[in-house]
Every structure is written in structure tokens, then in C-alpha cells.
């Protein structure tokens, strides 16, 4: 392969010379041909006729010109067999090959030399020549120097308007693409986590280094901190379907007076720090000013493609552009003190009073969805098309009163948050409570028997005590969960026919409780109490990443997966935990549901992030009461083949 230009490689402490050339006197002609060949890409040589000729017939004089080069080149002739010293020279290049592996040692043939001349060297890499032709390029398609460590120089670089190239490439590959509505997003996603609204930055900030050196962390212990959030737009790009573009979000706390903690969407141009580290590793002929004039490039031409007019609507107010001053001129600030300043002076908590409203991305191309880190956002597929005035039925069984159980508390406050979170998602409501098992079963037959061709989605929430599959009736029955699902499949049910069915069970799948009480039914001296199922079995210790196989039986995990398509169901916990719930407000998975199922996010993510929640309500618990609550891990199952669904954005349109 051809090597083009290229610099001499530094050489190792204990090598002296890049390439060895062994071959006799009467082949000097040919031989200069590759040996200039070789020098040309910057390569050091050692050969016989560099010494003189007391040292030629010393034999540690060739041994030492051999060891001390990384390569070893023998140009073969009949001339060379004959000399003398070619079996000295062989020998230790079969050495050298046996320490440095086989590209270390290459033979150049000629023509007139036969194969079984060469007996002893079929482990060497041969090149045979052509009529004894030896052209200036025949180890260019050679792999012989390929692994010398050569570094390509970029002297052909233009020097001029290298930043303004840059900077085009960081707006149209990035910036168009995060940059409208962010802070919409942004304020959105902080609501939900209970931030306050005056301590978010309400702009984008893109910081640039002076030295336009690449931070080698963002962060600082205890004041700067990336969080576990981002704003990702998914972007159908450069043909590719939702491509995800992230902008991450960093918590500042640097405010001593008032101990308030700053929120910021955040970006670090990583672009034009290539040309600083291109720089340093002198992979580029540009000077040290030259680097800086590119940097001012491309603060320049950013700044002309945010303002530019065409582009105001969607841009205006969502960002400001930082140069965070790092140099020598400049008073020692660290980043975490340069953004307080900055944040504080340019009053970056405020938005403008003639701030203009944001243009909206259209829904139809770009999409954010502020999620979980780690989380997958997208799957290809078709969407549930959710188009009626309203959606469909929704059916709520609580059983909170039962002949041999104890009473959950709590229940009236998850049946009042349920009802307004689906009639918010536009369903119609039906409460039931308190009901034995035929009633269950006869209730959710009835539903299955109706028209639902107005109908966009189907959904039944059943809320009670339970063991492993079963939900506990009023009458203290065990109701397999499938078996109500069965009500509702194509069979039972035409009129679902392709249509999403969403089941949610907010009941345990047997366990004990917390306190460390094991096989104990009372609940903790706490705020939160367990929805004990009526036979509470001792917990195992749960994986680190726990899923529907951690349960004992393949029974088990066939009693909670339906089989058959459509179907979307959610649990409270995995087999064999408890599901936790405070006595007046209800239980922690109802609580986080409600929280998550009203937001602009697709289905999947939707229940990635109740169980998030879950998690964050139970651990706030165990500090609050200081109990050892065990471990609540909802999970859901989505039966393939798997289409989007967002229940929370009734003006979502599917492409």
C-alpha cells in the first residue's frame, strides 16, 4: 500500500537503526534503488558497505548491525548465496524472526535465483522480482513497513479558514439539532425531579477553552457534577431513523451564601479541540497562533450561524456561547468558578422579558425524550395509532377489605390518583372494589363482549394483595393474573383485535416485608407499610440486575407473560417481593405510575422510569424511617412485535 510522506518514526533506546540491508558487492546497483526507496519515508539504514572492510569481516560487526535494526531487509541474488558472509546473515535473521515474529525479516528475490536454493528460508516473507527489475515502489505494496509507527504529515492542510470549516460542521452536525426548544425540554424534565424553576439555567452553554485545550474532565468533586439526565433529540439524519444526538445536564453547586445548586444543559465543542490535540501531536503544520486564529474562526462563524436570520425563530435565546479564560493572561479561574460567574453576572436564571417563544420542532422529524441514562429511547416499528376523542375503557379492580386478610390501607388515595391520571390520558374510568373472584372474571368477560371499535387502547388496573401470578379476590380466592388477561385476548375479545391492552398490577408476588423480619405479616412501626400477600414466602437475595427468569419456576414466569401479542403489562415487583405503600397515600408503584404515565414519552421508557422511581421513593423511606426495607423491583413485559406507544402526548401524530 502506498505510505505516501512520512517522518522518521523515534526510534527505541535499544534500536540504533530502522532497517538492516544485507547483500553483496556485486548486487550495489539494484540494491540503491531500495535503499533509497526506504530512505525516502525517513528511515535509517544499516547495510555492509556502510563499513569498512576489516569491520565487513567481523562477524559481530553484522550480528550487531542485525540486532540493533527493527527490520531486516536480504537482497538475494546468486551472488549473495555464494558470498560468505549471507550465511552469517541469514542465520541471525532466522534468530531475529524467531524473537520479533515473521514481518520482521523479508527476502528480495531474483528471478534467476530457484526455489529450492532457498530451502532453509521458506519461514522468511519473500518478494520475487520481475526480470531483476527492482522499481522505486516494489515494498509500497508490502507490508513489511506497514507497522513502523509512522506518522503522516499534514503539510497540505489549509491554514486558512480551518475553524470556519469546523464551525460549520459542529452547527449543522450538532446544533440544529439540540439547540430549538431545549430549554423547554429541559424546564420539563427538572419539574419532574422537583428543581426549582429559578435555579435552571435557561439557556444552552457552549464553553470554549482559550488555550482551545480539551478538558480532561468536566467535573469537580462536591461543586460540578454531571447527572444521571440528558436531553436527547432523536433525529432522522443522514439516512438514518431516529439517530440520538445528547446534550448531557451538570448540577453547579458553588453558591456558599445561599447553598443553592445551579442546573445547566451543557456542551464542550470536542470539534475544535481536535485541532489543539492535532496541533500538540504534530499531525499538522499550523503554528501555535494559527491554532488560536482558527479558534476565533469559529467563535465568530457559530455565533453567525445561531444569529442568522433564517434561523432566529429557532434559535433565539436558547444559548450562550462562553470562553472560559484558562490561559496565562488571564487570572487562575477553575470551570466550576468561571460558570458561577458567568451564571450570576449574565443573570442566565432569568429569561429575557422580550424573549420570543421557541419554534417548535416539528414532531413529525425530531423528537426529545429526556430519559435514563443507558436506557434505550427508540426501537424501530410501527406506532399504536391513538386518534379517537377518547381512548378506550379503563377498569380498575381494588380489593382492599377481605374475609382473611388484612386491610390495605392507602387504597382510596391510589383509586382517586389512577382515575385522574387516565381520564388526563382521556379514558373512561370505571372503578370497582371489593369484589370476589367469579365477580372479577364475570366484570372484565363483560368488557371483552362490548363494542370497543371507538375504542384506540384497553386498559385494567388491578389493585390488591397477591402472591407469585395471582391477584387476591375479596373473598380471599387467588385469581391467576392470566386469567384475566385471557378475557381480553383476540379470541375472547375481536374487537381489541390490534389494538394495545395495558394491564397493571399493583399487588406483591408474594416475599415478607421489611424491618429484616423475615416471614414476618405485621407491618414496620413506619410510614410505609407492605401489601403482604395472605402466604408471605422468605425473599432470596436479588441480583444486582434483577428480571422475570430471577423466578424459581419456569411455571412461575408462563403465569405472568401472556401469550399472545398486543399486550402491555406492568408489576408492581418481581416473584417473590413485596410491594411497598405508605398508609395514606398508597403504594409507591401507583404513586410512581401517575408521575410517569402523563409525560410525552413513549411506553417502554415510560415504565423504565417508574421503576427508577420506585427505587428513589423506597430508599428515601429507609433513610426517613430507618428500616430495612427490602428491595422493590417493578418490571413490565412488552410481547413483540413491539410498536411505540405514548399514552401521555394526545397531540402526537405517528409518522
Known sequence: MPLGHINPPVLDDIMKWHVYIGYCAHDREPVKVLRADIMSFGLTCSFRSSLDADECSHADNIKQGIIFSHKCLLYVSQSYLEDRASKLELKEAKRKLKFLGRSSVILVIQSDVKQEQLEKCECFWQIRLVDNQVTKDVLNDHAFLSDFELKPELSLMPKQNIGVGVAYTYFFGFLQMVVPGVWKKFQEEMKHHSVDEKLLVKKMLIVIRKTVLSPPKLTEDGVLEQTKFSVIQCVDRSGREKREYTVPIYKL???????????????????????????????TSLSKDEVYEARNEFILTVKALLNHPDEMSSFANQWELLIWPDDE???????????????KGKHLTELPADSPVPKCVDRGTFRVVDGIRNYPIYREGPHYHLKNSYRGFCVIINNSLFQNLSQRTGAKAEIEKLTQLFETLKFKVYVYQNLSRLEMIDHLRSYSRINHSDSDAFVCCLLSHGDKGCISAADGEDVPVMELMSLMFENNCPGLKNKPKLFFIGACQGGVGGGGETGSETSPSTSAEPLLSHEAQPSSEPDEHPCVSQSSSSETVRDLIPPTVDFIVSYATLPDRVAWADPVSGGLYVKALCKHLVRDLEIDIALRYVDHTVKELLDEHRKEDGEAYSRQDPFHIIMPPHKFLFLGSSQYQAP
Do not use: M, W
Open 253 to 283: 453547586t458553588a453558591d456558599e451564601e445561599s447553598n443553592n445548586s445551579y442546573y445547566f444543559v451543557g456542551d464542550f465543542p470536542a470539534c475544535l479541540y481536535a485541532i489543539r490535540e492535532a496541533y500538540d501531536r504534530q499531525l
Open 329 to 343: 493572561e488571564s487570572p487562575v479561574l477553575k470551570l466550576s468558578q468561571f460558570l458561577y460567574q458567568q451564571i
